[in-house]
């Protein structure tokens, strides 16, 4: 058996490039973190933000109007206010929900603070979980992150629901859906500036 694996592992060193053998190298790595408990998530993160890419523009039979049920959906910030969704009427709308423990959410969660910065002004902004303020504030204080986040009051309507986190929504001043996308995504590309900006000036 000794000489069966040296032979293999001959063959395999001498056949192998450099490149894949780094490569190799980096997925036996990152298995090995995986396995440990307390680098499991920074590493789904890490490899969820590498991987993620803009989100798509959904074609025009595929968007949805926002109806009356949704506009009744309320929230509350993180001051303790109450806040109707139907007051956004109107305007463009980044809609987030997200948690703390999800690493596609801390992956995106960058982004969308270049994209809140460029943009926090003009759209707005809803981070929406249903975690304890106590770890929500923690956790964007350790951060440094600056993005308006509400708590559900409430059942959530059904055009935004959805069981995987991170799910966004990008809705346009007409109340239509114009963008849905589940898991991470870049939402400070250069094609998402673009949409904003044509819905902004419409």
Known sequence: MRDYLRKRWKTYWETKSWFS?????????????????ASRKSISAFVA???AGSPKTLSAERQIQLDQVAYQ??????????VQ??????????????????????AEMPDIQDFYDAYGEKVSFL????????????????????MPIYYHRGGVPAVFATNSIPTSFLINPDGRIVIRKTGAAKWNAQSVHELIDQMLAE
């Not at 959906?73 to 109450?82: H, I, Q, S």
């Not at 981070?127 to 350790?142: K, N, Q, Y």
């Open 127 to 146: 981070l929406v979980t249903d975690e304890s303020p106590e770890i929500v504030e923690a956790f964007m204080t350790r951060k440094g992150y600056n």
């Open 21 to 37: 053998k780094f490569t190799d190298l980096l997925f036996i790595l990152l298995v090995i973190a995986m396995l440990i408990p």
């Open 49 to 51: 933000g590498i991987t």
């Open 73 to 82: 959906w309320r929230l509350k910030d993180a001051k303790g206010n109450e």
């Open 85 to 106: 969704f139907s007051d956004l009427k109107g305007k463009v709308v980044f809609l987030n929900f997200w948690a703390t423990w999800c690493p596609p959410c801390i």
